[in-house]
């Protein structure tokens, strides 16, 4: 059997917790930030979990987490 290869781009972007969930920075942190409050701005910082649906397609993606 060969040996399965990750997608790097994924492997950047997603870590894995230690209850097997996977986790995702926050969108729309990167630019027009002037008009965001600071409370929002404040709460995008926070890391969050990926939607249960999207689970099946990262883990192909990263077969060795």
């Given at each position: 059997m060969y040996k399965l290869k990750t997608l790097s781009s994924v492997s950047k972007r997603f870590k894995i917790s230690y209850?097997?969930?996977?986790?995702?920075?926050?969108?729309c942190k990167s630019h027009l930030l002037q008009k965001k409050t600071s409370k929002r701005k404040r709460n995008l910082r926070r890391v969050t979990n990926v939607n249960y649906f999207d689970q099946y397609s990262l883990n192909n993606n990263l077969p060795y987490s």
């Open positions: 209850s097997g969930k996977f986790l995702r920075r926050s969108a």
